[in-house]
């Protein structure tokens, strides 16, 4: 196996065009430079100089081993220097989780504003994952629905803000008549999502209010535990509880009404390892306090 070192003496014996003129500028002896490269041609089994060539010129597997090592060592630069510009939180790229039950709202658009802008060498990479999921692989910020069932050793679980649930369903639904409706009046309805106690999230949150008023969700034909359920319900297949930032968004065809119970409220979470690197936590520092309401870690 070559080593760094050779490699790097090689290449600027080609640059410099001959032993002498590297060992100069290495400022080693040149019997120690010959034995470098005797070494690596005797590991790779070829000859990579005509030594006896004025100027001295590379054979063909010279040529090739001094393209790849050109390569090789500016690739092992380019990863030092990541790496202490991830240990400063000064460069690199972040990955961001969010359930599609927690939209990027002003106060996570902000964070992320703020942050590439005194950070231009960062990149943010968001996508989405259940909240379970996330709590299961946290890339490296994840944005969750409570409850979050299943919780990790070595992952800071960092509440961010509670919002109420509201009920939507389709325009010109019997129900839109109220200006506020009870969990227990949804007890014969389709649900486009369809609750459940074991998944965590958004979905046991739902379950739970249902299961206090005495009933066990019903499931619509057509079901969705993403953002399509917005879709779902403007398309008549049944309702859905979701929280009030959702439920803003909900495109036209959606009725929204505030459920009248004042358990009916859902919070989220933000969650990262203990040792995530400086990227991470530089980030994190900023999107808790773009929530002023943010309490401390559970």
């Not at 590991?43 to 590379?58: F, G, I, N």
């Amino acid at each position: 196996m070559l080593t760094h070192r050779q490699l790097r003496y090689f290449v600027e014996i080609v640059d410099a065009g001959g032993f002498s003129q590297a060992a100069e500028r290495l400022f080693i002896a040149q019997s120690a430079l010959s034995r470098q490269v005797r070494d690596m041609e005797q590991t790779l089994q070829v000859t990579l100089l005509e030594r006896e060539a004025r100027p001295l010129a590379m054979t063909a597997a010279g040529r090739s081993l001094y393209a790849d090592a050109r390569r090789i060592l500016a690739a092992l630069e380019s990863a030092a220097a990541n790496a202490v510009h991830a240990q400063r939180g000064t460069e690199g790229t972040l990955r961001l989780l969010h359930s599609s039950s927690v939209p990027l709202g002003v106060p996570i658009l902000a964070a992320l504003r703020a942050h590439t802008g005194q950070h231009p060498g960062v990149g943010i990479e968001v996508s989405q994952a259940a909240s379970e999921q996330q709590a299961e692989d946290v890339a490296d910020v994840g944005l969750a629905r409570a409850p979050v069932l299943r919780r990790h050793d070595g992952v800071h679980y960092q509440p961010l803000y509670e919002e109420p649930l509201m009920l939507v369903l389709p325009a010109g639904h019997a129900l839109t008549g109220h200006t506020r409706i009870g969990v227990a009046a949804l007890r014969a309805e389709r649900f486009v999502a369809t609750p459940h106690l074991e998944r965590g999230g958004l979905s046991h949150r739902v379950a739970e209010l249902c299961r206090a008023q005495g009933f066990q969700p019903q499931p619509a034909a057509v079901r969705s535990r993403k953002w399509s359920q917005l879709a779902l319900v403007a398309g008549g297949f049944g309702i859905a509880i979701v929280p009030r930032s959702m439920a803003e968004q909900a495109p036209a065809g959606v009725h929204c009404l505030p459920l009248d119970d004042p358990l009916a409220v859902s919070g989220v979470l933000a969650m990262w390892r203990h040792d995530a690197p400086e990227l991470v936590q530089r980030f994190t520092r900023r999107l808790v306090k773009s929530f002023p309401g943010a309490t401390a870690p559970i």
